[in-house]
């Protein structure tokens, strides 16, 4: 199964994460830093990420744009957009679409469906693509770079574990030994008293005899 996954990631692992950067969000951005620190992907490959993200911000634009409002009421509940939802964005596009196009980069879930509503106020992708491109480098960026130390981390836990089982492997065949050399010395002192008991009641009776 491990060899699989590795087969797997080997031949398909780059178009693989491209797709999901179109369809998803930040936890692939981890994934790829991840997998990039256990050898699995190399970087130059993943220089190539926010291109991705763009072409899903501007798919999911276009779909509001070119779909609607008729497309939102069809298929909104599988993306957690209600009406409740997309007013409130629509209200606050106003006055701080920048920064909302922006700073939704940061965060899960909300990234596609804000750019989904923006289509749908029919406004040009003109006025919000450089908050758009500048938010998904620095998020990506961020993200992967924090994935990366997170892998880090793992290998270091890893190896660390690694010592750890071998110190207790250590510490459980000393102990056994240990514990060997001590009964085996108890035995024998025991032994000893006994024969020196022994070697007394045989004297006390030699005594008596006497």
Request: hydrophobic content about 45%; cysteine-free; proline content about 1%.
């Amino acid at each position: 199964m491990i060899y699989f996954v590795d087969s797997a990631l080997a031949t398909y692992g780059y178009l693989l994460f491209y797709l999901l950067l179109v369809l998803e969000g930040q936890p692939i951005y981890w994934a790829g830093g991840f997998l990039l620190s256990l050898g699995v992907f190399k970087l130059w490959p993943l220089l190539l990420g926010p291109l991705f993200i763009w072409l899903g911000d501007y798919f999911f634009y276009w779909l509001g744009q070119r779909y609607g409002s008729d497309f939102l009421l069809k298929y909104g509940k599988f993306i957690f957009l209600t009406e409740r939802r997309v007013d409130y964005i629509k209200k606050h596009f106003l006055n701080h679409k920048g920064k909302m196009i922006f700073f939704t980069q940061f965060i899960y879930g909300i990234g596609h469906n804000t750019l989904l509503v923006y289509g749908l106020t029919k406004k040009s992708y003109r006025d919000i693509w450089k908050y758009n491109v500048i938010g998904a480098i620095l998020s990506y960026t961020i993200y992967l770079f924090l994935g990366y130390y997170l892998g880090e981390g793992y290998g270091y836990a890893k190896q660390l574990l690694k010592e750890i089982a071998v110190i207790l492997l250590l510490v459980v065949f000393v102990s056994i030994i240990g514990a060997q050399v001590w009964w085996r010395d108890k035995d024998e002192r025991t032994d000893k008293k006994l024969d020196q008991t022994a070697n007394s009641d045989m004297s006390s009776l030699d005594k008596t005899k006497n």
